[in-house]
């Protein structure tokens, strides 16, 4: 049986296959009966997907890194109070494709935003909203890319991928040594089989006596 009130976080690079793990997960939860919510930042409620538009639609250069931040924390912020900590309280386990992580990665470590300051924003407007695991699935950004243009669902939400390989590679370094300094975040190989990818995320939740 899962811990009541768990919140675990997907993180990774643009075509890491987060989106298909986090489906398998959350039937794999269902299955067993467990009150389970799939969520996405940025999104996850009606203020933070109206968003949402703004910041993976249109070109590149549409926003910096600094209106990146400020719009990820509000949508971040109204996702927290309207449904993260009010489905937590439920004792609902709680699924989220992305969390702050990708910001501090995307919009400091990659972006070049002070990280202090971006730190202070994010710890503002999650109030005290911490994930208890958060799953970083690692793979090379050159072929995470590839994977992501072809994907056909998010065919108008490609403005991160714009960005330059040097970018994606930032990112990629920036979600390896964040996850040095945390024993709640777990590196999972991206590259292997979808089977083997999902079996190790079971594998983790077991050995932390989250499932």
């Not at 939860?29 to 969520?39: A, D, P, Y």
Request: glycine share 6%; hydrophobic share 35%; net charge negative.
């Amino acid at each position: 049986m899962v811990k009541q009130g768990m919140f675990i976080t997907f993180e990774g690079g643009e075509g890491a296959g987060k989106s298909t793990q986090i489906k398998m997960l959350v039937d794999y939860l269902k299955e067993k009966m467990i009150l389970t919510h799939l969520t996405r930042e940025p999104g996850g409620c009606e203020t933070s997907e109206k968003i949402r538009d703004l910041l993976v639609k249109g070109s590149v250069d549409s926003l910096d890194e600094l209106s990146e931040l400020l719009l990820f924390s509000a949508a971040r912020h109204e996702h927290v109070r309207q449904k993260i900590r009010p489905l937590l309280v439920k004792n609902y386990c709680v699924i989220s494709d992305r969390f702050y992580l990708s910001t501090y990665v995307y919009q400091s470590f990659a972006g070049g935003l002070d990280f202090d300051f971006v730190e202070l924003v994010t710890k503002k407007a999650i109030e005290g909203a911490e994930p208890d695991l958060t799953i970083l699935l690692d793979t090379d950004p050159k072929i995470g890319l590839i994977r992501s243009m072809s994907n056909e669902t998010t065919h108008d939400e490609k403005r991160f991928e714009g960005k330059d390989i040097e970018f994606h590679e930032r990112v990629r370094q920036g979600f390896l040594q964040a996850a040095k300094t945390s024993k709640k975040i777990v590196v999972i190989d991206a590259t292997q089989s979808i089977d083997k990818v999902h079996q190790d995320i079971l594998n983790e939740l077991e050995k932390r006596d989250i499932i």
